[in-house]
C-alpha cells in the first residue's frame, strides 16, 4: 500500500522536498532505461499525486498543501536530478497551475478546491498568437474551442491543459481549465526530437471543444499580456530543473568513480582514481556553482514570494527587477546544466558511454529545452545588453522569455 503523506501529516508539518528527494530516488533507479526507450512516466507521476505533491502551491484553506515558491524550486531541483523529464514536467505543472496569479482577489477558490480534491495534475497549452485557433463565445459564458496548437508539454501526461486563448471579436487573453480527455481533443504524439523523451510533447488539435463557464478563469480584470508573475515563475521553474541536472550529473559522477573499475581517463590504465587532480578540480568547481545557484535560487523565490504577498497585482512595482534578475539566472543555470553533462564523459571515460547507464540524457535534456524561453546566446545579448543600457532596457528581458512562451 502506497502511503498517502498528503492524508497522514498536517500540511503544514510535512517535509515537501524531503517527500520529492524519496520519490525522486526511486524513479532514479529506473530512469536511464525508460528514457532509453521513451516511456512515459506514468508510475511515478502517479506517486506524485498519490503524496499530494501536485497539491503544493495550493493553500490549505482550499485543500492543498500551502507551500510556496522556495519549497517548490526544490522539489523541481530533486526530480531534475534523478530525471530531468520528470524535473520538467512538474516545472510546467506548477508554472501552469494559475489560479491564484489571474485571479489575485479571491484565488479562484473554485477551480483551487477542484484542483486539489482531485489531485490535478497541469500541463500548457499556452502560445496565444497561434493563427488559426479560435475561442468562439457561447452565450451561456462558455466557448468552443476550435484549431491545433503545437508542442504543447504536460497535457500528455496531466489530468488538466491550461489553455490560453484569444477570443474572437475581443483583443484580450483567456485562461481555460480543459480536461485532457474532453471530447474532441486529440494529441498528435509528434514528438521527435534531442530530449525529454519522456514528456510526450505533442501538437494537440481542438475539434470544438466545449469550454463551461466554470472551466474560465476568473481575472479582476480583462488581460492583454501575458502576467509577468507568469513569466517570473516559468523562468525560474525551468532554471530549477536545469539545476537539478547539474547535481544529477555530479552524483553520477561521483558514484561511477566511488564504485567502477573502469580506464584511467588519461592514461588509460586500470582502475580510475578520484584523486585525480583534474577531475577534483573540475568537479569541484561545477558543484561550487550549483551550491551557489541553489543560493541564489532560495533568495528569488523568497522575494517571488514575499512580493506576491505584499502586492498580487500584475502592476507589482518588485516585478521589473526580479524579472530581469530571473531571467539572468534562467540563462546561468542552462549553461551549467549544459557544461555539467558536457563534462561528465571526461571524467569517467569511455567505459562510461555505454547505454546502459544513459549518461548523456542529462545534457540531451537541458541542451533542447534550453532553447525554450530563448537560447543562452541571445540570453547573454539581452543581459549585456541590460547591464550596459541601464534600466532602459529591462523590458527586452521580459520580452524574450514571453517571446519563447508563445513559440515553443
Do not use: C
Request: no cysteine; glycine share 8%; proline share 6%.
Amino acid at each position: 500500500m502506497t502511503l498517502d503523506i498528503a492524508q497522514t501529516h498536517p500540511a503544514h508539518d510535512t517535509d515537501w522536498v524531503a517527500v520529492a528527494a524519496s520519490l525522486a530516488a526511486e524513479a532514479k533507479k529506473t530512469a536511464p532505461g525508460r528514457e532509453r526507450n521513451s516511456e512515459l512516466p506514468t508510475e511515478e507521476l502517479a506517486k506524485v499525486r498519490e503524496t499530494g505533491l501536485v497539491n503544493l502551491l495550493i493553500p490549505t484553506e482550499f485543500g492543498g498543501g500551502g507551500g510556496n515558491w522556495q519549497q517548490t524550486v526544490r522539489v523541481i531541483v530533486e526530480f531534475g536530478k534523478a530525471d530531468p523529464n520528470i524535473g520538467t514536467l512538474l516545472a510546467y505543472h506548477y508554472h501552469n497551475y494559475q489560479p491564484p496569479w489571474l485571479d489575485y482577489v479571491n484565488g479562484a477558490e473554485v477551480i483551487q478546491r477542484r484542483s486539489a480534491e482531485n489531485r490535478w495534475l497541469w500541463g500548457h497549452v499556452s502560445h496565444p498568437l497561434v493563427k488559426n485557433f479560435h475561442a468562439i463565445p457561447q452565450p451561456d459564458g462558455g466557448y468552443i474551442l476550435r484549431g491545433t496548437k503545437p508542442m504543447n508539454t504536460g497535457p500528455a501526461t496531466g489530468d488538466v491543459m491550461n489553455v490560453t486563448a484569444e477570443p474572437e471579436g475581443r483583443e484580450e487573453l483567456i485562461y481555460l481549465v480543459v480536461p485532457t480527455d474532453r471530447d474532441g481533443v486529440v494529441f498528435h504524439n509528434d514528438w521527435d526530437h534531442l530530449g525529454l523523451r519522456r514528456t510526450n510533447t505533442s501538437a494537440i488539435t481542438f475539434n470544438d471543444v466545449a469550454v463551461a463557464a466554470d472551466e474560465v478563469i476568473p481575472t479582476p480584470e480583462p488581460l492583454t499580456t501575458i502576467s509577468r508573475w507568469y513569466i517570473i515563475n516559468g523562468a525560474f521553474a525551468f532554471a530549477a530543473s536545469y539545476l537539478g541536472a547539474a547535481l544529477g550529473v555530479l552524483e553520477e559522477v561521483r558514484d561511477y568513480l566511488g564504485t567502477k573499475t573502469i580506464a584511467h581517463p588519461i592514461r588509460a590504465t586500470s582502475p580510475a582514481l578520484i584523486e585525480v587532480p583534474f577531475i577534483q578540480a573540475e568537479v569541484g568547481r561545477l558543484w561550487s556553482k550549483a551550491q551557489a545557484a541553489l543560493a541564489y535560487l532560495d533568495q528569488i523565490t523568497r522575494e517571488y514570494d514575499e512580493a506576491f504577498a505584499r502586492d498580487p497585482s500584475p502592476d507589482n512595482v518588485d516585478l521589473d527587477w526580479l524579472n530581469a534578475r530571473t531571467e539572468i539566472f534562467r540563462v546561468y543555470a542552462a549553461r551549467l546544466g549544459i557544461d555539467a553533462g558536457a563534462k561528465l564523459y571526461d571524467f569517467l571515460g569511455s567505459s562510461a558511454t555505454a547505454n546502459k547507464y544513459n549518461f548523456d540524457r542529462y545534457w540531451r535534456d537541458v541542451r533542447i529545452h534550453s532553447l525554450h524561453g530563448g537560447a543562452p546566446l541571445y540570453g547573454d545579448k539581452a543581459i549585456g545588453d541590460y547591464y550596459v543600457n541601464g534600466q532602459s532596457r529591462r523590458p527586452n528581458l521580459s520580452a524574450l522569455f514571453a517571446g519563447g512562451q508563445k513559440t515553443t
